[in-house]
């Protein structure tokens, strides 16, 4: 088997040694000119004049664009299109790209785009920035989002019925929660190089997750056909949701700037200007009400949810949807209403970040959970337990998806005893009460995640697989590469399906020449859509090749066997590439495409019911951690993980994943801080200076990860599971391991007013809070 055994990452070799090729490492065009852009240095406000011809003058600059330049639409929106490449007019936050700079190098395109502010006038108004201040002013990207469901009342007025079920509730909870936002911080930052071709088409390299989204968006920038813009990309040195729509400005800028100037051009942001420029998740602020009985359960639940969706839509909706529909995360909600409202605000417009707006559904019902716990006297674990989906009731989402393939009884109860919880639990209560100042908290958390795109027409794939007259095997798919290992187990699959080893299967860049049509690389789907799809054509090759070996050879085509870089045809043995020898003399088609789609979704927007996901991946993490009550720093002491990845493809990049994702969102929730100055707009907190992602040096110590064994009860590829985003709720048990230690500052009495990101000053004032109760 090729499927289902640990084996590097296909480019690992080429990552060590410095050879892997990211844009910036292609080879430089002759010619090539270099980009930088002119931000607004004002959040809010109309655009009254650009003196131009002042940058123009400068040595070294070649041309300065504005949006007049632009010959086709002045659009970079994906879905909904009210996202301007350039400003043409209206300003809309502290960053936003107003002209482009095209100088000989770089550091003359730099230094000439950072004379903005000398050379434009701008009338400015006061900046909108939170989620509260947009909802109150009622201004959204999208219309907004209303999810109710009553168990008892079906077809009565639901949300009546909630409210009620509320109010009869033996114990209510009523609050609010802020969670913050998060910068993806991909290595590689935003670059796109564009290079114009014969007959004004247009070749670009750009760093995105969606190619053919970057294919759109220029030919609709340049006028042109979608069969004369070719993007590629090889890999991407990260991408974490922040290049799957917003990679777009970059390629339309340096597309339309190679097709003026008819040279070559390449755009590559710096750290700061990414972090000006383009949006990130976003941050949540909610108010909710729940009800609940002496043990626990949630009988009504009540929220609203406001986003910062920043100046445009780009994919605020889809990620709202989401988030609406994991605040059940694992349990049973019979009576709720959950609204959703995506606030237009004068910031970077907000976008895919890994889990797509599930973290920050999930993360309001786990606070609530927690606080009931806490308020009840209860073990927390006890009270999510209660909560759970049932195997055959109490199964039915929010949104109507029956949970048909529920295994997070077993899943938890098996993290449970590994972890030794309970133990541990007793001696963290002993340890609390002979230490005053450091206190140590502990918190199991669970997680279910939908998997599919919730819009249905995203879950296609496409792939192209070559078998060369060698023997040797090309495979193509509109998945791209940012490092999750995606290429690494499409060429497991195809190599499975073919019988030969792996190393004779090489998986090239992503191009839009080869598959057309591709959908982005999110929503964890990569494998489960190209692997498919890979294999669709790889088995139609192997059908051919077994019809041409029982034709030379004898025997029925069904009973050859292809394993081990060897054919077994009518009792005899032939090496593959023998066999595509003859094959290809026989004049066997030896390529083939090969297309999938996810059966069995549907999905009503307006109701928003239906079945969204094709399955859901669990997973659970125990975290300890101490924190130091008279400073608020804390060091996480132990992580116990138990993920399901299904039938996993290839468990050592699965486990990879898994851990990336559990740092990953610790940072999110604990030292990743966005800071937007108040009357400015500006985001203070661009550079790593001021913004604190996790390093290796923030990786517990105990560090236990285990993937759960078991298939996925669907029909995906070879039974496994994505595994991309869902571990990134894994570390909620971190941000509830501190509440839990803060909580004990009170003797657990009192719920600690904790907000996430749970920096060191937020801890500080949490703990403050419980000691003044
Ligand atoms: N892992 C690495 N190393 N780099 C990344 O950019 N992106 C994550 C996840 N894991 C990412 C990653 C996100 S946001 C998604 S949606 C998935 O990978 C996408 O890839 P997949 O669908 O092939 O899992
Ligand atoms: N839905 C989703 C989406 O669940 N995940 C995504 O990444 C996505 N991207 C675009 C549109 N819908
Ligand atoms: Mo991932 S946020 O779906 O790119």
């Given amino acids: 088997a090729r499927v289902g055994i640990s084996r590097p990452h296909e480019s690992a070799a080429l990552h060590v040694a410095g050879e892997a090729t990211y844009i910036d490492d292609i080879p430089e065009l002759r010619g090539t000119l270099h980009c930088a852009l002119g931000l607004s240095p004002v959040a809010n406000g109309r655009l009254q004049g650009m003196d131009l011809d002042v940058l123009r003058a400068m040595p070294g600059v070649v041309a300065v664009l504005s949006a007049e330049d632009i010959p086709g639409s002045n659009d970079c929106g994906s879905i909904v299109h009210d996202d ?15 002209f482009a700079v095209i100088a000989q190098t770089r550091e003359v395109a730099r230094r000439v785009a950072a004379r903005a502010k000398e050379v434009l006038t701008i009338e400015a108004a006061p900046p909108v920035l939170t989620p509260q201040d947009a909802h109150a002013k009622g201004q959204y990207v ?9 168990a008892s009342d079906p077809d009565g007025d639901e949300q009546a019925v909630v409210r009620a079920a509320i109010a009869a509730a033996p114990h209510r909870l009523k609050d609010t929660l802020e969670v913050g936002g998060q910068e993806q911080f991909y290595l590689e930052g935003q670059i796109s190089y564009a290079i114009p071709k014969e007959g004004g088409s247009m070749h670009v390299h750009c760093s995105t997750q969606h190619p053919t989204e970057m294919q759109h968006l220029v030919s609709h920038a340049l006028h042109l056909n979608a069969n004369e813009v070719h993007v590629e990309c090889r890999r991407m040195g990260g991408g974490f949701g922040g290049k799957e729509s917003q990679s777009g400005l970059f390629a339309c800028v340096a597309a339309v700037a190679a097709a ?3 040279r070559p051009v390449k755009l590559r942001l710096d750290r700061d200007d990414d972090f000006l420029v383009t949006g990130r998740r976003h941050c949540f602020w909610y108010d909710y009400e729940v009800g609940y009985d002496n043990e626990g359960r949630l009988l009504g639940a009540e929220i609203t949810m406001v986003s910062r969706a920043g100046h445009s839509a780009d994919l605020s909706g889809p990620v709202m949807t989401r988030a609406l529909c994991h605040f059940d995360n694992a349990y049973w909600l019979p009576e709720v209403a959950i609204h959703g409202y995506s606030g237009k605000t004068n910031t970077q417009s907000n976008t895919a970040f890994r889990g797509f707006g599930g ?12 606080t009931v716990a806490r308020r009840l006297g209860r073990d927390p674990l006890e009270v999510r337990r209660i909560n759970f989906y049932g195997k055959d009731e109490r199964n039915v989402t929010p949104y109507a998806q029956v949970v048909t393939d529920n295994i997070v009884h077993e899943l938890v109860g098996e993290l449970e005893a590994s972890s030794d919880y309970r133990a541990r ?27 599919s795109f919730n819009v249905p027409h995203f879950n296609q794939a496409g792939a192209l697989v070559h078998v060369y007259s060698d023997g040797s095997v090309l495979v193509n798919h509109g998945g791209t590469e940012m490092g999750q290992g995606l290429n690494t187990k499409v060429a497991q699959v195809v190599a499975h399906e073919l019988g030969v080893s792996f190393e004779c299967v090489r998986a090239t860049a992503t191009d839009t020449t080869k598959v057309a049509n591709t959908s982005a690389t999110a929503a964890s789907t990569g494998a489960d859509l190209n692997g498919k799809a890979a294999q669709d054509a790889a088995r139609q090759i192997r059908a051919r090749l077994a019809a041409c070996a029982a034709a030379r050879h004898g025997g029925e085509a069904a009973d050859v066997r292809f394993a081990n870089d060897k054919v077994e045809v009518n009792g005899r043995t032939l090496g593959f590439a023998t066999l595509v020898g003859e094959a290809y003399l026989d004049r066997v088609q030896l390529w083939s495409d090969g297309f999938y789609s996810t059966p069995g979704l549907s999905w009503d927007r307006d109701t928003l019911k239906g079945r969204p996901f094709y399955y859901y991946a669990y997973g659970a993490a125990v975290s300890e951690v101490v924190v130091d009550t008279l400073t608020g720093e804390w060091k996480l002491l132990r992580a ?11 468990p050592a990049i699965d486990i990879g994943q898994v851990e990336g994702a559990f740092i990953q969102g610790m940072g999110w929730l604990t030292t990743e801080e966005l800071v937007w100055h108040p009357q400015s707009g500006k985001l203070t907190t661009h550079a790593p200076s001021t913004y604190k992602i996790p390093t290796a040096n923030d990786c517990p110590p105990v560090f236990n990860v285990k993937l759960f064994e078991g298939p996925n009860f669907e029909d995906s590829i070879h039974r496994s599971k994505a595994v991309g985003e869902p571990p990134l709720l894994l570390p909620f048990s971190v941000f509830f391991a501190i509440r839990d230690a803060v909580s004990a500052v009170g003797g657990h009495r009192v719920d600690p007013p904790l907000r996430a990101p749970a920096t060191s000053e937020a801890i500080l004032a949490a703990i403050t809070a419980v000691q003044l109760v």
């Fill in 142 to 150: 999208v219309p907004p989002m209303h999810l109710l469901r009553s």
């Fill in 260 to 262: 003026k100037l008819k």
């Fill in 425 to 451: 639990r007793d001696a963290i209560a002993a340890y609390n009460a002979r230490s005053p100042v450091l206190k140590r908290g502990i918190a199991l958390a669970p997680l279910k995640f939908g998997i």
């Fill in 84 to 98: 301007p490449i350039l400003c043409s007019g209206e300003i809309r936050y502290l960053g936003q790209p107003v």
């Fill in 359 to 370: 973290p920050q559904g999930a993360i309001a019902v786990e606070n609530i959970l927690d």
């Fill in 640 to 650: 116990d993980i138990l993920h399901d990845a299904g039938k996993s493809l290839n």
